[in-house]
């Protein structure tokens, strides 16, 4: 029997095993915002790696934010030499629930059914983390020991943007370019898919300020909400159309995507709706947008296309003034697909399913922006159980099956990067 039948066959018999740990870890609300539950997330994941043979250490942000404390897990485990080194990330951060009524099961009840674990994180991406780390102990127990070294990682915020998380790492040393070889991002595109890439963001607010006045004498006042709605119909007249024309070469899913875009994310001006209203027009509007842009344009030029929609829409009515805040700006990554890790992957893929992998790029972002932007990995990818499309919605779930083909996928792909220590 080959190694990689070994670790397949392995992967089955700790099938149960990896179940049971992923329904442990769903059952744990780790909403975010705010960050709930984390401590209690991390020492699950962390005891398990430590029984797993793991050096393990729980790594905090430099500054702590508002809210909950922020915790991540890393580990170790060594192989024959210290390097290459093989890292594995996950974030257990879930989206909010939503309106618990669109749920036909419970969100936090990791309940099995219809050959399904179902509940918020299942696949995005408490999955992914259940078979890294189970990909790897079923190395263990087919009794191969690895010639490299993997760590693997266990991380919070990603939701919101991961800069607590994964970015920290990267911050902090535990994710660099003199110690790292290669990353698996765990994240939830499919049990057959390669993901190299995602497609870059820019979330800004705009800001007008105009003249309170009594509601009914409004001509006495310069309203802020309805200058508001005049750029955000500029927006859509002007600017929608030219990015619908503007198409990425990257593989990016679904083909939709594969777009420049921009959506208005927020919106709010006056009295807050909660509180008894007063006549009083509004003399500020505060909207958020969300740019998706793509690699063949650039962060600079994406700015400049707002401003300028902006000062045209301040030289139309001069008693409204604007401002433009930046709240992030993430460029457009790839990964090569002849690349180690993504080779290794598809590899795995077409050995474990038997059909070949399909490339594609994410469209939104994830945590690649920070391992190769400011860890200087550059061989990272990711690929995980999960379908995209059932990530943030109701009745979220992972089917069974592909999470232990991903695990299995996962083990011969560190297999291939690592080898076999003689």
Not at 24 to 32: A, D, F, G, K, Y
Not at 189 to 203: E, S
Not at 385 to 390: D, F, K, Q
Request: glycine share 8%; hydrophobic share 40%.
């Amino acid at each position: 029997m080959s190694d990689a039948d070994r670790v397949c066959a392995a992967v089955d018999e700790l099938r149960a095993d990896c179940i049971a740990f992923l329904s442990e870890l769903v059952r744990i609300p780790t909403v975010n915002p705010p960050g709930e539950r984390y401590e209690d997330a991390a020492r699950l994941i962390g005891d398990r790696l430590r029984a797993l043979g793991y050096a393990v250490d729980y790594v905090r942000p430099r500054e702590q934010r508002d809210g909950p404390p922020r915790v991540n897990v890393m580990a170790r485990l060594e192989g024959a030499v210290a390097r290459p080194t093989l890292h594995f990330n996950g974030h257990f951060d879930v989206v909010p629930v939503g309106d618990p009524a669109a749920w036909t099961r419970e969100p936090f009840g990791a309940q099995i059914a219809a050959g399904r674990l179902w509940g918020r994180g299942t696949g995005d991406q408490k999955a992914g983390i259940a078979a890294s780390i189970y990909a790897i102990e079923a190395i263990r127990r087919a009794g191969i020991r690895l010639r490299g070294s993997v760590e693997q990682s266990a991380t919070v915020d990603e939701e919101s943007g991961g800069f607590a998380g994964v970015a920290e790492l990267c911050e902090q040393g535990f994710i660099a370019g003199d110690r790292t070889d290669h990353v698996i991002i765990t994240e939830p595109l499919d049990v057959d898919r390669v993901c190299i890439g995602h497609r870059g963001v820019y979330w800004f607010e705009v800001t007008a300020r105009g003249l309170t006045a009594h509601g009914s004498m409004p001509d006495l006042g310069r309203n802020a909400a309805e200058a508001m709605a005049r750029l955000i119909t500029r927006i859509e007249r002007d600017l929608k159309p030219r990015l619908a024309g503007r198409v990425t070469q990257m593989p990016v899913e679904p083909p939709a995507a594969r777009h420049a875009s921009i959506s208005l994310n927020a919106l709010h001006a006056g009295q807050s709706p909660e509180v008894e209203q007063t006549p009083m027009v509004p003399d500020a509007c505060v909207a958020i947008f969300d740019r998706r842009f793509i690699a063949e344009e650039t962060s600079g030029d994406v700015r400049r296309e707002i401003e300028d929609l902006v000062a045209a829409e301040g030289a139309a009515d001069p008693e409204i003034s604007w401002a433009v805040r930046d709240l992030m700006l993430v460029e457009p990554t790839a990964t090569p697909a002849d690349a180690p890790v993504a080779r290794a992957t598809s590899d795995a893929i077409k050995t474990v399913l038997g059909r070949s992998a399909t490339i594609i790029a994410s469209p939104g972002t994830y945590d690649q922006k920070h391992v190769i932007g400011r860890g200087g990995v550059a061989d990272c990818i990711a690929y995980g159980p999960g379908r995209l499309e059932t990530a943030h919605r109701p009745d979220e779930y992972v089917d069974l099956e592909d999470l232990a083909n991903a695990t299995k996928v996962m083990a011969l792909a560190a297999l291939s990067l690592l080898g076999t220590a003689s």
